[in-house]
T-cell receptor, first 116, second 111 residues
Framework: GAVVSQHPSRVICKSGTSVKIECRSLDFQATTMFWYRQFPKQSLMLMATSNEGSKATYEQGVEKDKFLINHASLTLSTLTVTSAHPEDSSFYIC????????????FGPGTRLTVT | TQLLEQSPQFLSIQEGENLTVYCNSSSVFSSLQWYRQEPGEGPVLLVTVVTGGEVKKLKRLTFQFGDARKDSSLHITAAQPGDTGLYLCAGDPSGGYALNFGKGTSLLVTP
């Protein structure tokens, strides 16, 4: 149980284009989902907290107009990187917490984004 | 400011050795989670510790939560190459959903 999927697993795009990453909880409902960014050999950096049916809460320093988050249902959240630049290249990971607790997060397998 | 400090940052040992990884904070946590992450993959939840002084065992892995709920440790007995990975501790001092992650301990176990 507690499986989270991400799609795509890898994506290469050109500068200036937008990329959408999907995060799905497959066998549980998640009122809250999270988006992280991870640079090589570093820990996870929380970008935003996504709540179903409401606006996402972004961490300080994360541009909400650049990283658009939509949490349309209890099993799906999407992250769209708009007008991507090479510095946006990174490993993006989502996680989901089961509705009603416990306060544990189950992570997706991650998406490797490369912007050329 | 890093809420959770992990040590050591890097650890390279030979198969069969024992090791301990530490996760320390000045904040009190209602719970702490330990994750293992392999390169190119998402973190996998290993255990959640909730009660101060709690000890949980998962095969060769032993997790302990400090009495004051400010620190935790992970002890691996007879390490195997399959234990190689990044070990992360995480928790939310407010007891909510959002987790703060330590910087992780990168473990390499060589045959």
């Amino acid at each position: 149980g507690a499986v989270v999927s991400q799609h795509p697993s890898r994506v290469i795009c050109k500068s200036g284009t937008s990329v959408k990453i999907e995060c799905r909880s497959l066998d549980f409902q998640a009122t809250t989902m999270f988006w992280y960014r991870q640079f090589p050999k570093q820990s996870l950096m929380l970008m935003a907290t996504s709540n179903e049916g409401s606006k996402a809460t972004y961490e300080q320093g994360v541009e909400k107009d650049k990283f658009l988050i939509n949490h349309a249902s209890l099993t799906l959240s999407t992250l769209t990187v708009t007008s991507a630049h090479p510095e946006d290249s990174s490993f993006y990971i989502c996680s989901a917490s089961p509705t009603g607790g416990p306060y544990e997060q189950y992570f997706g397998p991650g998406t490797r984004l490369t912007v050329t | 400011t890093q809420l959770l400090e992990q040590s050591p940052q890097f650890l390279s040992i030979q198969e069969g050795e024992n090791l301990t990884v530490y996760c320390n904070s000045s904040s009190v946590f209602s719970s702490l989670q330990w994750y293992r992450q392999e390169p190119g993959e998402g973190p996998v939840l290993l255990v959640t510790v909730v009660t101060g002084g709690e000890v949980k065992k998962l095969k060769r892995l032993t997790f302990q939560f400090g009495d004051a709920r400010k620190d935790s440790s992970l002890h691996i007995t007879a390490a195997q190459p399959g234990d190689t990975g990044l070990y992360l501790c995480a928790g939310d001092p407010s007891g909510g959903y959002a987790l703060n992650f330590g910087k992780g301990t990168s473990l390499l176990v060589t045959p």
